[in-house]
């Protein structure tokens, strides 16, 4: 079992910066590939970001490449979200994910196959 809390939202004008983090409880974090969400109102969640649970991978949706960047800490049990160059279309709640992925696919880009969601954090993007 794996419990995620999500923090770092909050209102930032187009063009600034956040950084989210997602603290995960447990002892083998490193056993999980993790994963960024957003769900904007009245749309369905979408895939922002993933990385391996060595922190040796990473892959990116379109929209974040070259402006977001996900990294890890697995002595910390947490992982990151940093979002530059920000833009009022990237307003939407995040969420993590965590996907058990010992010795399987690296990376996880489907809301399905993940098993384990955080509560979620706000970010606004004001133009």
Known sequence: QVQLVESGGGLVQAGGSL????????RTFSGYAMGWFRQAPGQEREFVATISGSGGSTHYADSAKGRFTI???????????QMNSLKPEDTAVYYCAASWSWNQKPLRVGVDEYGYWGQGTQVTVSS
């Open 19 to 26: 950084r989210l983090s997602c603290a995960a409880s447990g």
């Open 71 to 81: 990294s890890r800490d697995n002595a910390k049990n947490t992982v990151y979200l």
